[in-house]
């Protein structure tokens, strides 16, 4: 079984298009380095927040896949608490079982077809 990480974060959104690309290339090279594989990141921009947050009643929104091991998750998310650009982070671990295919049931082997 596969273990699929999903973070979550939050960025000021008084950030230049320039400094949102530097976070984002941070936390990715950050979990790199910490051995995270299949790493897909969508920024997906700037969005009304539920409710205010540091004074702040926008944020952008960007979305991390990743597999890895659990430790990752504790280096990546205290660099988040102790920046000042992330204002909300949010990691979900998803179990994704691996498809594993069955000689005895293909058609071929069972006489069908």
């Not at 000021?12 to 936390?27: C, F, G, H, S, W």
């Not at 430790?71 to 988040?80: F, G, K």
């Not at 920046?83 to 979900?92: A, C, Q």
């Not at 179990?95 to 006489?111: F, M, R």
Request: net charge negative; glycine share 6%; hydrophobic share 35%.
């Amino acid at each position: 079984m596969q273990i699929v990480y999903e973070t979550m974060y939050i960025l000021r959104p008084d950030l230049t298009d320039e400094q949102v690309e530097q976070a984002i290339a941070k936390y990715e090279n950050l979990l790199k380095e910490n051995g995270a594989d299949n790493i897909q990141i969508q920024n997906r921009g700037k969005r009304r927040l539920a409710y205010e947050i540091h004074r702040q009643r926008d944020g952008i929104y960007i979305q991390m896949n990743y597999t890895g091991a659990g430790n990752i998750i504790a280096i990546l998310e205290r660099s988040m608490r102790l920046s000042e650009e992330v204002i909300r982070y949010l990691t979900m671990k998803q179990e994704v079982k691996e498809l594993q295919v069955d000689e005895e049931a293909t058609p071929a082997a069972s006489g069908i077809g």
